[in-house]
């Protein structure tokens, strides 16, 4: 056996002991080992010994140990030679050099006497990631089992989509607050934080998988990576789209049209989809069995203009989608509508509306109307007007009045135009008013602006407490129609007794009001019959010139009334005051005597009115009581004095200076 045999035995057998002996020693080489093997070595200052050696295995016979060792000074006691030739740093740990296990290096890991290890650049704790949820397109999820909560954590994907969004959530390791994660490379940069107590985050990245492959969730700090299979599952493709004709006559379609296209899938396809785009503007599906993957959908026109096209894709049963698919020709989108301005109405003269047969004139300048476009005036109420030349463009359009009474602005509206565009279709409506007003209105006297309902009377009109001797009233004038204009000072409404002051002020196009004087002498004697009065006339003009000339509801009013009076009753034996108007209805009367005191709402007693006469007509005596006179000391309930029949209060008034108040409710 050679030499160049034996020394191939011994590195057999020392490639044996390595992994046992290195970790003691520290010393992981095989050259330094044998050294330390050598049979010469010092006594004490071997490592192993003889018997060590025993058992490990002697060198064949031929192999001589003081020639596989170095003899050079370093084989002194303590010292090992080693393959580096560089020196070495204290307490360093020693590292391979490359792959072939002949050469060891230093480094700057350091273990001190102590056990202390210093100079580790990565720490073993590190963040932990976890994809969470994905989405975009047809999305099938796997989990990992046994988490809880269950279907917490993704263990592989697939979708329809190249574009998707993948979900995680991070532990954060101990080297900073928040972790730098990426997803396939590409940073997370909307972390945040979940719960108040822990240093958890979670984020999301857009990334793109057109192909089947992992996606890789990665810490900075060295953690994870986690990683799973992703697959990019295909759908139908799309092989032929194509826009159908226009609708009607058409040469283009407006927002709303409906337009076929017909087209094919390269396999049986489940359902087509129109994305939100060019011709199109909202997503629209169209579910069916297209076997054979041919399909004839018909889409809803968007509101874009110009030449557009549609993007279509198809989806399986499985809702697997294939590619976008652009129609392979186009269609032109026209939003133009006809402009028809608000038409403003021309009536007869000094009128608001028609009657009779009368004409009026409507202005409206169509325009965007396209080149050959048709035209419709009509009626929308009936026969009430009749347009000439109904379907021919006219800038001033002639209507007649033709039926119906009244029809105003607070009605609805009785006319109409009608523009339709040939190129696109596309329809403008315009309705407007004609106002009618062919009746005679109807006229009301009231005390307030209700011109629909029964309305309020105005009651009796009487006089003041005798500071002015008159007082004014409000008289409201109302018509079922609006007013041409304000009723005239004289003729609007005559009344045979009062007088009007001002002149009439509009309250609404139904009602005007002016005020009615009614003085102490208007009030006549002869108890109400002397003082009911009806509206000699009136002239209320409604909008297209009727004239009404009699009130209907409430052509009567009465006079008759005053309000409270303080009188001053002159010295005994007078018993008589002048009131200064007639007493039209005494059952409306009430007195309180102050003279005598009492517990009255101004001090004192209330007198009741008693009319029953003395001998030859005058008042006989009642305690707290009084009647109406004519100022001779007869009993006439119709008369303007008032008589004082408690004769011992009467008695008692030696100064002239007793007061008592009286009035007549209206």
Same mark, same amino acid.
């Given at each position: ?13 020392? *490639? ?31 490592? /192993? ?91 099938? /999820? ?97 092989? /032929? ?321 005053? *309000? ?103």
């Amino acid at each position: 056996m050679s030499i160049e045999t034996d020394l191939a035995t011994l590195r057999a057998r020392l *490639q044996r002991i390595e992994h046992a002996v290195a970790p003691i020693l520290e010393v992981p080489n095989r050259d330094i080992l044998t050294k330390l093997l050598r049979a010469d070595a010092p006594a004490g200052s071997a490592l /192993l010994s003889a018997q060590s050696r025993s058992d490990i295995g002697e060198a064949p016979p031929s192999v001589d140990w003081q020639k596989l060792t170095s003899t050079d000074a370093q084989h002194e006691s303590n010292y090992v030679a080693g393959p580096t030739g560089k020196g070495s740093t204290d307490n360093a740990v020693m590292r391979w050099d490359g792959t072939d296990g002949n050469r060891a290096q230093d480094s700057i890991v350091t273990i001190d006497e102590n056990g202390v290890v210093s100079g580790v650049g990565n720490s073993l704790a590190q963040s932990v990631p976890f994809i969470t949820n994905i989405t975009g397109g047809n999305v099938n /999820l796997t989990y990992v089992s046994g988490t809880s909560p269950a279907n917490k954590v993704v263990a592989s994907s697939s979708s329809d989509q190249d574009s998707i969004t993948v979900f995680i959530e991070v532990d954060g390791g101990p080297g900073g607050w928040q972790p730098f994660v990426t997803v396939n490379n590409l940073e997370v940069t909307n972390l945040s934080r979940l719960g108040s107590y822990s240093r958890r985050f979670s984020g999301s990245k857009a990334i793109t998988m057109s192909e089947t492959g992992t996606i890789t969730v990665a810490c900075g700090d060295g953690g994870g990576p986690y990683t799973i299979s992703h697959t990019r599952e295909t759908g139908p493709e799309i092989t /032929l789209a194509e826009f159908g004709s226009y609708p009607d006559s058409q040469t283009a379609c407006k927002a709303g049209d409906g337009i076929h296209i017909t087209g094919e899938c390269d396999t049986d396809t489940a359902e087509i989809f129109v994305k939100s785009a060019g011709a199109s503007s909202s997503l629209q599906n169209f579910p069916g069995d297209y076997s054979g993957g041919k399909f004839n959908i018909t889409i809803t026109v968007g509101s874009a203009s110009g030449s557009q096209t549609c993007t279509l894709y198809a989806e399986d049963a499985s809702n697997n989608a294939g590619g976008d698919y652009e129609t392979d020709n186009n269609i032109t989108l026209d939003q133009t509508y006809p402009t028809i301005p608000d038409p403003s109405v021309e009536y007869p003269a000094s009128q608001e509306a028609l009657k009779d047969s009368e004409t009026a004139d409507a202005t409206s300048a169509i325009t965007n109307a396209g080149a050959s476009p048709t035209y419709l005036y009509e009626c929308t109420q009936g026969s009430e007007l009749s347009p000439a030349n109904a379907s021919t463009y006219e800038e001033v359009k002639t209507w007649t009045r033709t039926g119906g009474t009244n029809r105003d602005d607070d009605d609805s509206d009785n006319a109409r135009i009608t523009v339709t565009r040939s190129e696109n279709g596309a329809q403008t409506v315009r309705n407007f008013l004609i106002e009618i007003a062919n009746t005679t209105p109807t006229v009301k006297v009231a005390s307030n602006t209700d011109y629909e309902g029964a309305g309020q009377a105005l009651g009796r009109l009487g006089t003041d407490d005798g500071t002015n001797n008159y007082r004014d009233h409000w008289v409201y004038l109302n018509s079922n129609q609006k007013f041409l204009s304000a009723p005239d000072g004289t003729d609007g409404l005559v009344a045979p007794k009062g007088t009007w002051q001002g002149s009439w002020s509009e309250q609404s196009d139904h009602s005007h009001r002016r005020q009615l004087r009614v003085a102490d002498a208007d009030i006549l004697t002869g108890g109400q019959v002397a003082n009911d009065y009806s509206w000699t006339s009136c002239e209320v003009k409604n909008r297209a010139g009727k004239t009404a000339t009699s009130v209907t509801t409430n052509p009567d009013y009465s006079l008759g009334g005053f *309000q409270d009076r303080t009188l001053t009753i002159p010295a005994w034996p007078n018993r008589e005051a002048d009131i200064g108007v007639y007493v039209v209805d005494t059952s409306e009367l009430a007195c309180e005597n102050l003279s005598k005191g009492g517990g009255g709402p101004n001090g004192g007693t209330i007198f009741a009115f008693d009319n029953s006469p003395g001998e030859g007509n005058t008042p006989d005596d009642e305690t707290d009581k009084f009647c109406i006179t004519n100022g001779s000391d007869i009993v006439d309930d119709d008369g303007d004095h008032w008589f004082n029949k408690d004769q011992a209060n009467a008695v008692s008034n030696t100064t002239g200076t007793a007061q008592v108040i009286i009035g007549e409710d209206p």
